[in-house]
């Protein structure tokens, strides 16, 4: 029998780790300091109080939570890897780096299933790969062998610990001084646009800091296949889409949903991620009369972004002229995000035109240089169309006053 002070040796934590589940099944419920003494003196042990409720912790993490992954998670972390050699990887404010910790074959297989039924999914050799999002707000990726030869490989992407807003991302680094007036000023003209960027540049973070911005008294609806959009707002709603059952039955899209969205009385309807046929209806719902829509697209660079609606388009059913004529007259503005030595920024805003053949094009409005914005070819077409659009309106807090968005200050470019 463990003496009362002695902490429990960490080869015997996997044993425990057992007896403690089958006891959740017998009696199920949470995990916590009574069924840990209760299970320590079914084995004839007995710990001290500091000792118990380490491993109470230990084991709490294992089983409701990430397990060995769990000490990884900390202010700043976005996203948590492990690759089918076991290694793990963190992504923070330091950008992306291996930790020390490794799993091994088994341990990481173990975990990726436990998460898989946690997030309502099948994990297995029959259905080897996995995605879904967790009960914490964690979106979870796995595939297992013989997919992955190595072993398991997880990706967690974390939910932001608070919201942030523009101020927030000004002082991380992310806004140049003089990008927040440009982003407050779309904002409050409810001007269409698009955040687009790169993955892991912070397009979600960006979107609902903008959104927080938007007055108290309207109300926003926003359609997400995954739960990542946390707005900072007194009046959101959410619409999350449906994943088939193992049966291939009772699939909800983002199609439908955008169309749903239209019967909820929306000021402003945000489509988290543009990936497919549904940004025809975000064209059409932008299109009837629903100004200030918005959502995020993956583009490597502001002007990828025609070729990136084409291809979803496409999806939708709509040609390339169908689809320049319905986003002219839907969507305006381009906010890009990029991400350099780890580093997340606002990088270009850009107005979506059709071209001179009749096309999509992007033409740069403002760039960062040298940490200010710089005036490009459309900078006096976004200036009209900010000026055009604006009218008083509160900027996103209950106890606010009635202004208009600054005119953002920066360099014009030589």
């Known amino acids: 029998m463990s003496g009362a002070g002695e902490p429990l040796p960490a080869e015997d934590l996997p044993g425990l780790l057992e007896l403690v589940r089958e006891d959740l099944v017998r009696s199920p419920g949470t995990?916590?300091?009574?069924?840990?003494?209760?299970?320590?003196?079914?084995?004839?042990?007995?710990?001290?109080?500091?000792a118990t409720l380490e491993l109470t912790t230990r084991i709490r993490d294992h089983v409701d939570g990430l397990g060995p992954l769990q000490v990884l998670v900390a202010p700043g972390v976005t996203d948590l890897l492990v690759n089918d050699d076991?290694?793990?990887?963190?992504?923070?404010?330091?950008?992306?780096?291996?930790?020390?910790?490794?799993?091994g074959p088994a341990q990481a297989r173990d975990l990726a299933v436990r998460l898989a039924i946690v997030g309502g999914r099948r994990l297995d050799d029959a259905m080897p790969w996995a995605d879904a999002h967790l009960p914490s707000g964690i979106r979870f990726h796995a595939v297992l062998p013989p997919l992955s030869p190595g072993g398991a490989i997880l990706s967690l992407r974390l939910p932001a610990a608070r919201h942030l807003g523009l101020d927030d991302l000004e002082q991380l680094g992310a806004l140049v001084p003089d990008a927040r007036a440009a982003l407050l000023a779309i904002i409050t003209a409810r001007v269409p646009f698009l955040v687009t960027g790169g993955t892991g540049t912070g397009k979600s973070?960006?979107?609902?800091?903008?959104?927080?911005?938007?007055?108290?008294?309207?109300?926003?609806?926003?359609?997400?296949?995954?739960?990542?959009?946390?707005?900072?707002?007194?009046?959101?709603?959410?619409?999350?889409?449906?994943?088939p059952n193992s049966e291939g039955a009772g699939t909800v899209d983002l199609t439908a949903l955008v169309r749903q969205s239209l019967r909820m009385r929306p000021d402003r309807i945000v489509l988290g991620e543009c990936r497919g046929g549904e940004l025809?209806?975000?064209?059409?719902?932008?299109?009837?009369?629903?100004?200030?829509?918005?959502?995020?697209?993956?583009?490597?660079?502001?002007?990828?972004?025609?070729?990136?609606?084409?291809s979803l388009g496409a999806l939708g059913g709509l040609d390339r002229a169908a689809l320049a004529s319905q986003v002219a007259s839907a969507l305006e503005v381009v906010v890009h995000l990029g991400r350099r030595h780890g580093v997340?920024?606002?990088?270009?805003?850009?107005?979506?035109?059709?071209?001179?053949?009749?096309?999509l094009e992007t033409v740069t409005a403002l760039r960062v240089r040298d940490g200010h914005l710089e005036e490009g070819p459309a900078a006096a077409a976004l200036a009209g169309r900010l000026s055009a659009r604006s009218a008083p309106v509160t900027?996103?807090?209950?106890?606010?006053?009635?202004?208009?968005?600054?005119?953002?200050?920066?360099?014009?470019?030589?």
């Open 280 to 310: 025809r209806e975000l064209l059409q719902a932008l299109n009837t009369g629903h100004e200030g829509g918005c959502g995020t697209v993956h583009a490597n660079t502001a002007g990828d972004v025609p070729a990136r609606l084409e």
């Open 344 to 359: 997340r920024s606002l990088e270009e805003i850009a107005l979506l035109q059709r071209g001179e053949t009749g096309l």
């Open 86 to 103: 076991g290694t793990v990887w963190v992504d923070d404010a330091e950008g992306l780096h291996r930790t020390a910790h490794r799993l």
């Open 31 to 50: 995990v916590d300091v009574p069924r840990i003494v209760r299970v320590l003196r079914q084995q004839g042990r007995v710990l001290g109080a500091a």
């Open 205 to 243: 973070t960006l979107l609902a800091a903008m959104l927080g911005q938007v007055p108290p008294a309207e109300r926003i609806v926003v359609v997400e296949d995954v739960l990542e959009l946390s707005v900072d707002h007194p009046h959101v709603v959410h619409l999350q889409s449906r994943h």
């Open 395 to 414: 900027a996103g807090r209950p106890d606010a006053g009635g202004s208009r968005a600054p005119r953002p200050e920066h360099r014009r470019t030589a």
